[in-house]
């Protein structure tokens, strides 16, 4: 990715991993802009937020939940990491289907 589009993109990026409030906010401030990297990101932080709300009906379940809910916090730090250093790269596991299922945004 260019790295002008990045560096114009980094700080809505960075914003939508900050709570679901960040990730509207992203949305928000990328929908005039329509800027790659951040899209990239929101998508990313999207998949995180609903899959951090689906499975919070599954957290109280001992050994289970416990697991989702370390996966899903790695999983957004390095999210955010990424966004961070200005990396577009997948999450594991789930990345490819937060490009895949949002690629509308």
């Given at each position: 990715?260019?790295?002008?589009?990045?560096?114009?993109?980094?700080?809505?990026?960075?914003?939508?991993?900050?709570?679901?409030?960040?990730?509207?906010?992203?949305?928000?401030?990328?929908?005039?802009?329509?800027?790659?990297?951040?899209?990239?990101?929101?998508?990313?932080?999207?998949?995180?937020?609903?899959?951090?709300?689906?499975?919070?009906?599954?957290?109280?379940?001992?050994?289970?939940?416990?697991?989702?809910?370390?996966?899903?916090?790695?999983f957004w730090i390095m999210?955010?990491?990424?966004?961070?250093?200005?990396?577009?790269?997948?999450?594991?596991?789930?990345?490819?289907?937060?490009?895949?299922?949002?690629?509308?945004?």
């Amino acid at each position: 990715m260019d790295k002008k589009i990045v560096e114009e993109g980094k700080t809505t990026a960075i914003i939508s991993y900050i709570t679901w409030v960040g990730l509207l906010i992203a949305f928000l401030m990328n929908n005039d802009k329509k800027n790659g990297f951040a899209k990239f990101h929101i998508r990313q932080s999207l998949l995180l937020t609903l899959a951090g709300i689906a499975g919070s009906f599954i957290f109280w379940i001992p050994l289970i939940g416990w697991i989702l809910a370390v996966c899903l916090l790695v999983f957004w730090i390095m999210g955010l990491v990424y966004a961070i250093k200005g990396e577009a790269k997948e999450v594991p596991y789930v990345g490819k289907y937060a490009q895949e299922w949002f690629k509308g945004i």
